[in-house]
């Protein structure tokens, strides 16, 4: 008997007990639509967070205290001493190659116009940050060297906070408060979208001066440096090196764009690794409903193969039969599950703020995997059922 | 080994030497059958009869190749059997011998031209000419105008007619039948017979397995068991027609 025989007999056996296969079907479904889904969700997320920093150029190196090995661990502890505005003067002096040196503050704060307020991360830097924050300004300017140098209370706004703050009319020239102190907004800037790396258009700038005035810091938490020529990236690396070591030996450490792209996809990798594994589980279940029914289906049929096999079937007809079986449940609940999982990742990406992308590497892998699955728990029912004496199976109530 | 009958000098088509079949009853040995040396020749329609227990069935599925004696040899078409693997007596099944059983053993669910292609579906015969034979066969039958209906639409008469197709469908060397009319109506039992006894005629070698004395004198040879053993071998007598009795039958007996 040939493929398309056997076909034929497990698709007839399949149709004549729908409720039952569309039921057992239904544990892959779920299976392999959670794994598409949570599959997408973890490989959109990581290109829209690499995106972004990659966004930023790729000829940029950020200089943070404490020492950082590979892999992902920061836990060194508290570094014992952080950068000051000296060391990116430094640096901007004695590395050659490089057209910012952009000392940065991070903090987040709330800022206040009238009743209304925002929570907002303040990013604070010199006269060049433009150079290194990326964003295209609406409406103004930005802060000038001027007003570094004296620590004016000037503010470039995110596109949120100016939403809310001034509701359509134009910020520039107004006033707003923050720590409790009075800015001028010299400048907003247009919306980025808000991504998961961070909601830009939440953030507000301020000259570095000023920041460690109101947050009455006496440091900086990085030195962002951008080099004139991306391919020169690691001899300036060096001479970063050069620099700071006789003030900090091994204490500090500076991360190319790569090495930070390299730890992000390291890092949502392996998430997207674990979601997968944890629909993969809920498709092992599935597997085992299709091998419960199969066995069940076996154990009911037991007369229909002892009559197969009396008029001539052999061990290899009636194992191909259930394996096709199971196989065709399987593949039938995968093809299912793929364009269910897939439907709700693009209406996920449409209608939410989480991105997807369904690879076809993804569904490829779904799709023969739910095929396995009904291989691997498949196969013992039907060699149950071809292994079946025929007197004993003819007999059989 | 034929000591008598009216079959002259025809080919031996099944023979067994010597077959003994013991079960184990919770450690007891039951001797289902004892050196049972029978052979049917081409042609012939032979009864094995005897009483419930005898083992009639046991006998039957030995020489059908479902069951392998304890000793003893089984020869078909002139080869000995004996060491053959399951896979080649599903083979030989399929090639030289058709089954009819007292249960029909029909498909559920499946319409009776599908029953009756199954011998040929696994014969490796492919489309046209697998449902070409099993209508034939069920023509030869009279059942040429209920190919499509469901086992379960058919009356026990008429699905034993098409466990009958099936059996022969594939053109094989021996048709066993184990009672046949055990689970008929009279007149439905007479039927079948007929049919078989129309089969005999157009020349296939038929083994009727029954403990009715009327039944087994259907045909031309009687094999008696009685307690696992060959009692005697002997040609019927007055052979009962079944063409025959249906005429005799009153008519207002006569349903579908
Ligand atoms: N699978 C079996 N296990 C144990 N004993 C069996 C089995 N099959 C048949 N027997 C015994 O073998 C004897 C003959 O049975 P069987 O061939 O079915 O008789 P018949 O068909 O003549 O009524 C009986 O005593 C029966 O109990
Ligand atoms: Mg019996």
Redesign the pocket.
Same mark, same amino acid.
């Given at each position: 008997m040939n493929f398309a025989e056997s076909f034929r007999i497990a698709l007839r056996a399949l149709a004549a007990n729908k409720a039952r296969s569309v039921l057992t079907m239904l544990g892959v479904v779920i299976g392999v639509a959670a794994v598409i889904l949570l599959v997408g969700i973890g490989t959109g997320v990581q290109d829209e967070i690499t995106g972004q920093v990659e966004g930023l150029g790729s000829n940029l190196l950020f200089v943070v205290p404490g020492q950082y090995g590979g892999g992902m661990g920061g836990d060194q502890g508290p570094p014992s001493r952080r950068f000051t505005l000296e060391d990116s003067e430094l640096l901007a002096r004695r590395v050659p190659g490089i057209d910012a040196v952009v000392p940065v503050i991070q903090a987040g704060s709330t800022i206040k116009r009238g009743n209304r307020s925002v929570r907002v991360v303040v990013a604070a830097g010199s006269e060049q940050a433009s150079e290194v924050f990326g964003g295209t300004l609406a409406g103004g300017r930005g802060y000038r060297k001027s007003e570094v140098q004296a620590g004016a209370r000037v503010v470039a706004i995110g596109s949120t906070v100016r939403d809310v703050l001034f509701q359509g009319q134009d910020p520039v020239g107004k006033t707003v408060t923050l720590e409790g102190q009075r800015f001028t907004v010299v400048g907003h800037y247009e919306s980025l979208g808000g991504g998961l790396a961070g909601d830009q258009d939440s953030q507000v700038y301020i000259p570095v001066t000023t920041a460690q005035r109101v947050f009455n810091l006496n440091y900086v938490n990085t030195i962002v440096i951008k080099a004139t020529d991306a391919d020169r990236i690691e001899v300036v690396k060096a001479d970063i090196r050069r620099v700071l070591t006789p003030r900090y030996g091994e204490e500090f450490t500076v991360f190319t764009q790569e090495q930070t792209l390299g730890l992000l996809s390291d890092l949502l990798g392996t998430l997207t690794y674990m979601l997968a594994g944890i629909a993969g589980i809920s498709l092992l279940v599935g597997g085992i409903g299709i091998m419960n029914i199969m066995l069940v289906s076996v154990s009911e049929r037991t007369r229909e193969i002892g009559i197969r096999k009396a008029v001539g079937a052999r061990t290899y007809d009636i194992l191909s039969q259930f394996v096709i079986e199971a196989v065709g449940l399987s593949v039938l609940g995968g093809i299912i599950g793929i364009s269910l999982g897939w439907g709700g990742a693009e209406l996920m990406a449409r209608f939410t703020p989480v991105p997807t992308n369904v690879t076809p590497w993804a569904v490829a892998t779904a799709f023969f995997f739910a095929a396995g699955v009904g291989v691997f728990f498949g196969v013992y029912p039907a060699w149950k059922a071809s292994q079946l004496d025929p007197?004993v199976a003819l007999?059989y109530e | 080994m034929v000591q008598e009958g009216q079959a002259t000098a025809s080919r031996v088509v099944l023979e067994t030497r010597d077959v003994g079949?013991q079960?184990?009853?919770d450690g007891v040995e039951?001797n289902?059958?004892r050196d049972v040396s029978i052979a049917i020749r081409a042609g012939e329609m032979v009864s094995i009869m /005897?009483?419930? /227990?005898? /083992?009639?069935?046991?006998?039957?599925?030995i020489v059908g190749l479902l069951d392998r004696p304890t000793c003893g040899e089984v020869i078909l078409e002139g080869d000995d059997i004996s060491n053959l693997s399951p896979n080649q007596l599903a083979e030989l099944r399929n090639k030289y011998i058709g089954f009819v059983f007292q249960s029909f053993n029909l498909l559920s669910r499946t319409s009776a031209q599908a029953n009756v292609e199954l011998p040929l579906v696994y014969a490796g015969v492919s489309g046209v000419d697998r449902s070409h034979r099993a209508i034939e066969a069920l023509e030869r039958v009279g059942l040429g105008n209920r190919l499509g209906h469901f086992s379960s639409q058919l009356s026990g008469g008429q699905q034993q007619r098409v466990a009958i197709a099936r059996a022969l469908v594939n053109s094989p060397s021996i048709v066993l039948a184990?009672e046949p009319t055990g689970n008929l109506d009279s007149r439905s039992g007479i039927e079948v017979m007929a049919i078989l006894q129309d089969l005999n005629a157009q020349g296939i070698t038929v083994v009727l397995?029954t403990?009715d004395d009327r039944v087994a004198r259907h045909a031309q040879r009687v094999i008696r068991?009685f307690d /696992?053993r060959v009692q005697s071998q002997e040609a019927v007598e007055n052979r009962v027609i079944a063409a025959q009795e249906l005429r005799d039958l009153p008519a207002e007996e006569v349903a579908g």
């Open positions: 007197i007999r | 079949k079960y184990q009853l039951v289902a059958l /005897g009483p419930s /227990g005898s /083992g009639k069935s046991t006998l039957m599925h184990d397995v403990h068991v /696992g």
